[in-house]
């Protein structure tokens, strides 16, 4: 299998506790994630706020983003970003000098880290190269699977396989070429498990297939297959997923990251060293960020604000002026640390342990004071965020 | 009034059978309502007691027929209100029995009508519901002959819906039973038969006179309770109250005397004039006891205070219920109660959420059991969490019943099945006509509690009868059987049954709170056991996965309302023997036991 990657000894409790960011000082790190809501179809699962109906609404969509940003900088309290994330929907479906002009309406910090997340097919060297001469630096590949039929049953439809036959590999391995290439400095791939038609040898098929390329991305995303509401998947029952089983592929799937050398990042995202996504990180971190587009959420030191959903809306107002803010919320000082310890319990950095006392041991680790979830743990992070205990006891 | 042209009789009937009915045609009849205001069974005045067609309640009236003042007394005729056609019988002279043509007597029936001639009450018999085609007045008449003694030729027939007969029957009433034999001069005797609360008026009783006078203003002397009131007003019921000066010998009417609490005016009590009272009092009867007991909780515990109130209030009206506080570790605070019977249980309890707007849950009935113990003490155990230590006791006696079922004779096979497999010991077996057939059973009354009565039925398609009488305490092999999770015991399951039924009762009720009990983080068992010994085990398998996969696009607000409203969640669980559990899960397990 993999050569490159020896496996990575977990960083102990102290080197996790120099690596929380410091999100309410001046000077901490400041993204800006902008959301693109247009697919070429929907996935029978996402419950995104995207739409397939609407390319002729990316042009008019484009200068609101580049307005909206002009305006929220353009009062001056904003630093430069030292993350930009474009998500979606499919940023990859803007031609590329659209996705570019909205960049380059961002301040951007020295080095800062630019990700853009594309569906495989999209993923042509000419546009990965536009993209990466005008400053993007980390892509995210929606992947989701490599199995024709775990795809036809998640209801995501891809011409990438097809592009892939040609050059004579799987999709993983000709993202890696086109990555190779264009010289990115990071990569992630989404995969997805839990699918119905997904058996445990399918799954390992997946992972051993992404990691034992000679390349295998530095980044992963491994997402347990979710019902939403209002989706197709949600009206077709037996096409739901079984939470044991995907107990049990997740546990599968760390057991055999780490010993390819991932490293367990948050609850659905492993690493190699050094490829940790700084964006996702201040999500994780209560840290602050600016979202761009219909849909988008932002938070700067306690105050979570969201725009309008549809992209018309969204259009309309930056157009005539007004906010695009659809709604907003201000925490308390006891929200704030909930939602701070919650989150951080989601990744490997963890909670200081009295925050979380009455966890049963077998699901915790407890080291250096701090209170981190192992695998099992992980996988009933919700049970065990419903314990966290704030106040005095911190 | 003249005493001579009072007659004062109840009818008495099986359920459905048409006392209500026949009531409307003797109200229309003798135009004491306003046809415009006519409605069916218009002395039905409850929700219940209309939404259900059934009388729960008995109710009087006066109407005028040829020259006669008739007290009629409209009785409900379900097994569990007995005690209630008992009253009616001592107020009257005579009884009218009513008997659907179609069916034929009933076991309840029978007995009632035992209980009016031992009373000596003329019995005037009627067939009704001549006009079906159903209808074997012949048959039913035979069978009443047979049964009753009552010559067949001497049995009306009717039909209470066509109004068909009616009149005859009034007739016959005014002809056979005999006027009340009271004397004006005589020391006051009257005997409170009802009592019911009205929330602006107190207690209204009903009374009859027997002896004496009663009248406005004069002071009355409660022999039994010992109390003394004031009479602020007395009347008859024409339906409509209408108050009068006096009521004399033989007359049946209404008393307000400003009592706040039914219990001071129980049905039985003797009231005589405070001034000149009478030696005797009348011969009462005793209150019905309470023979089925379970547990009353607010669904929400808040509604605590509001439920204690209602009880208060309904105990009003209603003195056969009992309540007491009681506390469940699955189900908060709540009250012990014990009633007459299930429908009596089922009325109370729809009555406290209907008219109380409460949402409540009950535990399994039980009934009150004896047990015991080595040290040479007894004590009775109406909840199974109350029954001592296996080790401290003797033996464990049980409530028995001698029942009475009355049965076409084709289903008698099915029915002595059931009989058989309830524990039940046949005592009597006796053919009332070629085609019906009289079985008596003694059988334990906690057999009976548990859907005899639906089982009775459904296998003879409706067409068996019940009645049943308290028959003493036998010693059985009784066994408390507790429920556990994770090893530590639910009050409010807990259940003492015959050991040949306890592991079937353990298997299902593990089965059954398996489903229910969500998964925790780690295996729980979930055992039925009897003392120490476990006699069924089921786990809930540990849950694996309880996790949000993802935030997108920096959405933290909803992740955080979401993890927020779990963790309200959590503390709204009932916590057993570290086990979360939704109180929910406790109530659906009830539920299903119903
Ligand atoms: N065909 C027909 N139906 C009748 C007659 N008398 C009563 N019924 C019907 O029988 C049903 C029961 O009548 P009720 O008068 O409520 O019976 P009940 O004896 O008062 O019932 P409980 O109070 O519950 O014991 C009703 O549907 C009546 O309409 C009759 O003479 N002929
Ligand atoms: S491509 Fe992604 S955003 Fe678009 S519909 Fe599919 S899952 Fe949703
Ligand atoms: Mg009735």
């Known amino acids: 299998m993999t050569a490159g990657y020896a496996a990575y000894a977990q960083p102990s409790a102290r080197e996790m506790r120099r690596q929380v960011p410091t999100s309410r000082s001046g000077g901490s790190p400041f993204g800006v994630y902008v959301h693109i809501p247009f697919c070429r179809e929907r996935c029978d699962y996402c419950a995104f706020a995207t739409y397939s109906d ?30 930009v994330f474009f998500g979606g929907g499919t940023p990859s479906r803007l031609p590329p000098e659209d996705l570019v002009t909205i960049l380059r309406a961002i301040p951007l910090k020295e080095g800062a880290e630019v990700t853009v997340e594309c569906n495989p097919e999209d993923a042509q060297i000419e546009r990965l190269s536009v993209y990466a001469s005008a400053g993007v630096t980390r892509m995210s590949f929606g ?64 992972l051993v297939g992404v990691v034992s390329m000679s390349c295998p991305p530095p980044h992963l995303s491994l997402y347990a297959l979710t019902v939403e509401l209002g989706t197709p998947l949600a009206s077709d029952p037996s096409r739901y997923p079984d939470d044991d089983v995907q107990a049990e592929r997740y546990e599968y799937a760390s057991a055999f990251l780490s010993a390819h050398g991932y490293v367990w990042e948050e609850i659905s995202n492993w690493a190699l060293p050094g490829h940790a996504c700084r964006h996702n990180d201040l999500y994780w971190s209560q840290g602050n960020y600016l979202g761009v587009g219909s849909g988008a959420h932002s938070h700067v030191d306690g105050r979570r604000w969201w725009n309008m959903r549809t992209p018309e809306r969204y259009i309309r107002a930056i157009k005539t002026g007004s906010s695009p803010v659809a709604g907003e919320e201000t925490l308390s000082e006891a929200e704030r640390e909930f939602e701070e310890l919650a989150l951080s319990l989601r990744t490997r950095r963890g909670v200081p342990e009295s925050a979380l006392p009455t966890a049963p041991a077998d699901l915790v680790l407890r080291e250096g004071g701090r209170a981190v979830l192992n695998v099992r743990g992980r996988l009933v992070a919700n049970d065990l965020t419903a314990r966290l205990v704030t106040g005095a006891a911190l | 009034m003249d005493t001579a042209l009072i007659r004062n009789f109840s009818i008495i009937s099986h359920v459905d059978h048409g006392k209500s009915t026949l009531s409307d045609r003797i109200l229309e009849l003798t135009g004491a309502v306003d046809p415009r205001f006519m409605r069916e069974q218009y002395l039905d005045s409850m929700d219940l007691e209309r939404e259900r067609g059934i009388t729960i309640k008995a109710q009087n009236v006066r109407v005028v027929h040829r020259g006669h003042v008739l007290h009629l007394i409209d009785t409900p005729g379900h097994v569990d209100f007995g005690y209630e056609v008992s009253r009616s019988l001592a107020a009257c002279e005579g009884a009218v029995l009513l008997v659907d043509a179609s069916q034929g007597i009933q076991a309840q029936t029978l007995a009632n009508c035992y209980q009016a001639m031992e009373h000596d009450l003329e019995i005037v018999a009627a067939l009704n519901k001549i006009d079906l085609l159903a209808a074997d007045p012949e048959r039913c008449a035979a069978e009443i002959e047979k049964v009753l003694g009552l010559p067949a030729d001497e049995i009306l027939r009717i039909s209470a819906k066509t109004g068909d007969g009616v009149g005859t029957l009034l007739d016959a009433v005014i002809e056979r039973v005999p006027p009340p034999s009271g004397r004006r001069t005589s020391a006051t005797r009257a005997l409170i038969f009802d009592s019911s609360y009205d929330q602006y008026r107190g207690v209204v009783s009903s009374i009859r006179v027997f002896d004496g006078t009663i009248s406005t203003g004069e002071r009355l002397r409660f022999m039994q309770a010992g109390a003394v009131h004031d009479v602020e007003e007395i009347g008859v019921r024409t339906p409509d109250s209408v108050a009068v000066d006096e009521l004399g010998p033989g007359e049946v009417g209404y008393l307000i005397a400003g009592i706040k609490n039914v219990g001071e005016a129980r049905s039985g009590e003797t009231v005589t004039r405070a001034s000149a009272p009478a030696a005797e009092p009348l011969a009462g009867y005793r209150d019905p006891k309470p ?53 009596h ?77 309830r524990r039940a010991e046949l005592s009597r077996m006796e053919y009332l006509s070629p085609e019906r057939l009289e079985l008596v059973y003694r059988i334990p009354l906690a057999e009976v509690v548990k859907d005899f009565f639906d089982q009775l039925k459904s296998r003879t398609k409706g067409y068996a009868s019940l009645d049943y009488e308290p028959a003493g305490y036998s010693t059985a092999n009784l066994v408390r059987v507790d429920l556990l999770i994770n090893h530590v015991p639910v009050d409010a399951f807990s259940t003492i049954v015959h050991r040949s039924s306890a592991d079937n009762y353990g298997r299902r009720m593990t089965e059954k709170l398996r489903e229910l009990i969500p998964r925790q983080l780690f295996d729980v068992p979930i055992q039925a056991a009897i003392g120490g010994r476990v006699v069924a085990r089921e786990t809930v398998k540990a849950k694996r996965k309880d996790v949000l996969a993802k935030c997108y696009g920096g959405d933290i ?38």
């Open chain 1, 54 to 83: 609407r390319d002729h609404l990316m042009r008019s969509y484009v200068e609101a983003c580049v307005e909206e940003i002009e305006r929220a900088y353009g009062s001056g309290d904003l630093p430069p970003a030292s993350s």
């Open chain 2, 345 to 421: 249980m089922e009325i109370v309890r729809e009555r406290l959420e209907r008219e109380f707007d409460l949402s409540l849950i009950a535990t399994a009935p039980s009934v009150a059991y004896r047990a015991y113990l080595t040290d040479g003490s007894d004590v009775d155990v109406d909840n199974p969490v109350d029954l001592p230590e296996a080790s401290r006791i003797d033996h464990v006696d049980e409530p028995m019943l001698d029942i009475t079922i009355l049965t076409p004779a084709q289903y008698t096979g099915t029915v002595m099945e059931l009989c058989q497999a």
């Open chain 2, 557 to 594: 607000t909803r992740k955080r309302k979401l993890l927020e409203r779990q963790k309200e969640g959590k503390k709204k669980m009932k916590n057993i023997g570290r086990v979360e559990v939704p109180q929910e899960a406790f109530i659906s397990a009830l539920r299903l036991e119903d």
């Open chain 2, 291 to 343: 023979m089925v007991f379970c547990g009353i909780y607010p669904i929400d515990g808040d509604q605590l205070p509001f439920l204690r109130d209602a009880l208060d209030r309904l105990k009003l009206n209603d003195s056969s219920f009992t309540f007491e506080p009681e506390s469940s570790r699955a189900l908060g605070f709540g009250f012990r109660c014990g009633f007459l019977g299930l429908l």
């Open chain 1, 143 to 206: 992947v989701e699977s490599t199995l024709e039929h775990v795809l036809a049953t998640l209801g995501r439809t891809s011409s990438a396989s097809e592009r892939a036959d040609e050059t004579g590999g799987s999709v993983p391995e000709m993202l890696a070429d086109d990555v190779r290439q264009v010289g990115f400095k990071s990569w992630n791939l989404d995969l997805i498990y839990g699918a119905a038609s997904e058996t445990h040898e399918d799954w390992h098929d997946v």
